[in-house]
């Protein structure tokens, strides 16, 4: 019989077993199903890369999402969508804007959501509107010190709008009374409420000398918040999101709300869905609603409007603005000059914040957890619940994503090989030394933890900035990396502000073949500065897991932040087995029919060979292996990661071709299959 067909009859068996004696974990936590995930991939996107199968990688991707997880026996599945550009010409790249990194906006003047409603010949543009002082809070502090200063020669006085000047503060001395207040100490400091004295429009003019007697005049301009509004266009009348509606929010609605995609039992989609997928292939940030910046410190070059397009997607029905109101706020920022500035902004200059997200863990980074045990679960992410308030609807949404489509496929295939085998089994086998000590695990409690349920291969490098490493795998005699790599399952993060997709450790941790990851979906260049909070704690993550609850369950538990900058990588519906099955098939391959061979342009125009080995997977019998190539004792080519069709380069077409290899594949329980195969080279070229 043959053995796929074998490993076949073996997974229905089981599933059925565990069905009978209800240990089948499919049922456990009420388990987020494949129809509740709705996965959109780019329908613009062009590219087809060599080692994928024939047509567009975005589309490629989402199908491959969908197909891996169709239940067998139901039938049931991710739903999917493509998007497309709704502007200009389709056929031109650089009008698409679904085929960018960023998805651009024509207007860019709504930075602070708020404007003037009577506008003044002193601020005449959207620049200016953004540095609105607050009239209520005047601060000014001499700079570097009172001991620069001859304090005795500070004078502060008020030039209102319309009236005669007022004068605050003369050699020295407060000359008024009413709601001002003055420190005497080394940060010689006033403040006051001008508004209290004059409405409208405020001139604040200071002068003072400094001890060597160099006079110097300040002077700062203060608005009154009766002439504030919130703004959701800027002062041209046009919205800053507006491609971003067009592109991806309106269709997406449509699709969601349509009558003729509900469920059998009227339910639309909108309600529905749970979880969003994001394929390789669509852009990875986008401008957060109204195009308001939004950031977490007092740096207001901290502060960006362009937002991870996850995190904006997951908002889609959330209602903001009742939550946060649209009452300007003032923000105060690092004083460049004696007068800190308090601007005015709109609520949504600050992100979302905890109990915003109803089903953040409320002993999310405390510090010390008594038990991980006995947590205290915050609601259920589940259709009923989040229905409880509508106005805090959301969806959790993860990228299926890397920087080739060959990585992203890579993500998926992992997940669902550890959802059926990841255990503390896995990576265990005669040949391996194992299982590393506690001290090596450093401080971590959550790894001593783990290492005491039976999990072994996890790394952590006592720095605070390096997560956990789950199923880390470090090299040995019995598998073919000769570096660290992620067992199927695995789970790694850096949390330091330029890790995300243009560099870092991210895209460090998908080259060793990471499940999922965290980080900023941009760094810099118009994005807010990301902060530690936006990765996930430990001590949350991995006691859920243990339990069986879904990977996007457990993110959003952890999620501080709606509206942010941080990115989810991976498959939401990764989730460890309740009970881990050992994986005891041996992983196979036909010669002729499941080895590919392709050729390439390479380095200095020679053709290139690639190889890739179709191992089979599928959603009831997954499969994922390391390859080692061999070409007698000449040549070794090695692909470290555990890939459903692992693959390398193997040399030249002259060193390669017409030639014999031998062929090694090993799944992470460490069975393995070898094979001798002729590489035949006029097969494919891609």
């Not at 989609?269 to 977490?296: E, M, Q, S």
């Not at 450093?442 to 720095?463: A, D, M, P, V």
Request: aromatic content about 10%; glycine content about 8%; hydrophobic content about 35%.
């Amino acid at each position: 019989m043959n053995m796929r067909l074998q490993r076949h009859i073996f997974a229905v068996i089981f599933m059925l077993l565990s069905l009978i004696v209800g240990i089948y974990p499919a049922n456990s936590w009420c388990a987020i199903e494949p129809s509740q995930v709705l996965v959109l991939y780019n329908a613009d996107w062009t590219e087809d890369l060599p080692l994928t199968e024939t047509g567009q990688d975005s589309k490629e991707i989402a199908d491959y999402y969908v197909r891996m997880h169709t239940d067998p026996n139901s039938g049931e599945k991710p739903y999917v969508l493509g998007l497309s550009c709704q502007h200009g010409i389709k056929i031109i790249d650089e009008v698409c804007h679904l085929n960018q990194s960023h998805l651009q906006e024509e207007s860019d003047d709504n930075r602070a959501g708020v404007e003037l409603i009577k506008r003044r010949w002193l601020v005449d543009s959207a620049a200016l509107e953004s540095e609105l002082r607050d009239s209520r809070l005047v601060e000014f502090a001499l700079p570097g010190g009172s001991n620069v200063w001859n304090v005795e020669t500070l004078q502060l006085w008020l030039e209102p709008e319309n009236g005669s000047n007022l004068v605050v503060v003369e050699n020295g001395l407060i000359e008024v009374s009413g709601q001002v207040s003055g420190n005497y100490g080394n940060d010689w400091t006033i403040r006051l409420n001008a508004r209290s004295f004059f409405p409208g429009k405020v001139k604040v003019h200071a002068s003072c000398e400094t001890v060597d007697g160099k006079k110097s005049i300040w002077a700062a301009i203060y608005t009154d918040i009766d002439n504030v509004t919130f703004s959701r266009t800027g002062s041209d009348g046009q919205r800053d999101d507006q491609n971003y509606l067009e592109d991806i929010e309106l269709p997406l609605k449509a699709f969601l709300e349509n009558p003729d995609n509900s469920r059998p039992d009227g339910t639309l989609l909108k309600d529905h869905i749970l979880f969003i997928v994001v394929a390789y292939g669509l852009p990875r940030t986008a401008t957060a609603p109204y195009g308001i910046a939004r950031g977490v410190t007092e740096k207001l070059n901290d502060f960006g409007a362009i937002i991870d397009l996850g995190q904006r997607i997951q908002l889609l029905y959330y209602d903001v603005e009742k939550v946060v109101g649209v009452q300007p706020k003032p923000c105060r920022l690092v004083a460049k000059g004696p007068f800190t500035p308090f601007f005015f902004r709109a609520p949504q200059a600050w992100p979302l914040f905890g109990k915003a997200n109803p089903f953040v863990h409320q002993q999310l980074y405390q510090k010390e957890k008594k038990s991980f045990v006995g947590l205290q679960d915050p609601p259920l992410f589940s259709q009923q619940n989040r229905k409880k308030d509508s106005d805090h609807h959301l969806y959790f949404v993860m990228r299926i994503d890397a920087p080739n489509p060959l990585q992203a496929r890579g993500l998926i295939d992992r997940a669902v090989y550890a959802s059926k085998y990841a255990g503390p089994q896995m990576g265990m086998t005669s040949g391996l030394l194992q299982p590393q000590q506690k001290q090596q695990l450093g401080k971590s409690k959550i790894g001593q933890w783990l290492l005491e349920k039976g999990f072994h291969h996890l790394y952590n490098t006592g720095r605070s900035k390096c997560a956990l490493e789950f199923f880390h795998l470090a090299p040995s005699k019995t598998y073919f990396n000769r570096d660290p790599v992620y067992l199927p399952g695995g789970i790694g993060g850096t949390v330091i502000s330029h890790n995300g997709w243009n560099r870092g450790e991210m895209l460090q941790d998908l080259s060793r073949g990471v499940t999922a990851t965290i980080g900023a979906a941009r760094v810099y260049g118009g994005a807010p500065h990301i902060h530690n909070k936006s990765w996930w704690d430990d001590e949350i993550l991995y006691p859920y897991l243990i339990q069986g609850r879904s990977l996007g369950e457990v993110f959003l538990m952890n999620q501080v932040h709606l509206g942010w900058i941080a990115t989810f990588v991976g498959d939401p519906l990764y989730r460890l087995p309740i009970i881990p099955v050992n994986d005891v098939s041996v992983p196979t391959f036909d010669e002729t029919l499941d080895v590919h061979v392709w050729t390439k342009e390479g380095e200095n125009n020679e053709k290139e060979v690639w190889l890739m080995v179709n191992l089979g997977s599928t959603p009831n019998v997954p499969e994922t292996a390391q390859l080692r190539a061999k070409l007698a004792d000449i040549t070794t080519v090695v692909c470290p990661t555990f890939e459903s069709q692992p693959y390398g380069r193997l040399g030249t077409v002259t060193e390669v071709c017409g030639r014999t290899w031998q062929l090694e594949v090993i799944d992470p329980y460490g069975n393995r299959c070898v094979k001798d195969v002729l590489i035949q080279c006029d097969n494919s070229t891609h």
